[in-house]
């Protein structure tokens, strides 16, 4: 697919001007150093066994192309989810991200870690750097959230309350340590630490929303969520809806742009055909996050 054609661009903004808001804000987008973001492409070619399907990237271009693509949809501030998948990593993740951000103001700058020495240190260093969210992987990354050589970490970012979006369901294939309960151990060491679940904690769909219904800081991201690729494996419950509604300060959009087998109009239909008013689809495509992160 061409990164974005006018047509798309224009289908994209009918969405979100039709609503009052002033854009998008996309929390969930991919922005890595590009021999890093070769192998993730790769990997989606490969369709590798956490995949276990085809998975076309829709909108795979240079970085420049693809930046341009999201201020073509409208989109005001995105995030560039970086993550490491073994030790030493992060720190150079963690710079690259703030120079990207740098360069790019309507990016949320963007942090990640691991479960390492000296991980506590570097994710200060971050916050101190200007780092607004961060991502932990728990499935690529294999590792444990409770995994005591996070604590510090968690402490760190728990005091600056600096959102976390954290890929912890067992979709699209479970890993050691995906699932609802040890992010609900992690919830009991530090209740107010502000986690955005991904992918609405796909397939693990309820306990996910229970935990976000309990703690005050723990939100939901749509990634992928509710479009008919997703909903062909991992159908979101219709009895869920209406405590989807209730909770709807808590949803925030997010995309995978550009890893997306669909297009970027279908992630946004998605969410609107489930039917629970524009004012909550204002709130999930932009005042959510824009509160969150005092967008204005």
């Not at 506590?120 to 961060?134: H, K, N, P, Q």
């Not at 340590?177 to 991904?198: H, K, Y």
């Not at 925030?252 to 997306?260: E, M, R, V, Y």
């Amino acid at each position: 697919m061409e990164p974005f054609s006018a047509e798309e661009s224009e289908a994209v903004q009918r969405i979100w001007r039709e609503l009052g808001i002033p854009g998008l804000i996309d929390v969930h987008t991919h922005f890595m150093p590009r021999r890093v973001m070769d192998k993730v492409w790769a990997y989606f070619d490969s369709a590798g066994p956490m995949l276990g399907r085809q998975w076309p990237i829709a909108y795979r271009a240079d970085e420049d192309r693809r930046v341009e693509t999201l201020r073509a949809f409208g989109v005001r501030a995105y995030s560039s989810m970086i993550y490491p998948h073994k030790p030493d990593m992060a720190r150079w993740l963690n710079s690259w991200a703030a120079e990207f951000a740098s360069a790019h103001p309507d990016c949320l700058q963007t942090a990640t870690f691991y479960p390492e020495e000296g991980a506590a240190a570097y994710v200060s260093e971050a916050i101190d750097a200007g780092a607004r969210i961060f991502k932990s992987h728990i499935q690529v990354g294999a590792y444990s959230p409770i995994d005591p050589l996070l604590d510090g970490v968690w402490g760190r970012i728990d005091d600056a309350q600096i959102p976390v979006v954290i890929h912890c369901g067992s979709g699209p294939a479970p890993g050691e340590f995906t699932g609802p309960e040890p992010i609900d151990e992690l919830l009991r060491r530090f209740p107010s630490l502000p986690l955005i679940v991904a992918h609405m904690g796909t397939p693990e769909y309820e306990p996910f929303l229970a935990l976000a219904e309990r703690y005050e800081n723990v939100r939901l991201d749509t990634t992928m969520s509710f479009t008919a690729f997703s909903e062909e494996s991992a159908p979101y419950p219709r009895e869920l809806f209406g405590r989807l509604r209730d909770v709807g300060e808590k949803i925030l959009f997010g995309s995978d742009f550009p890893n997306i087998p669909y297009s970027y109009t279908e992630a946004l239909a998605a969410c609107a055909r489930l039917d629970l008013g524009d004012r909550w689809l204002r709130g999930v495509f932009h005042d959510n996050a824009a509160a969150l992160f005092g967008i204005g």
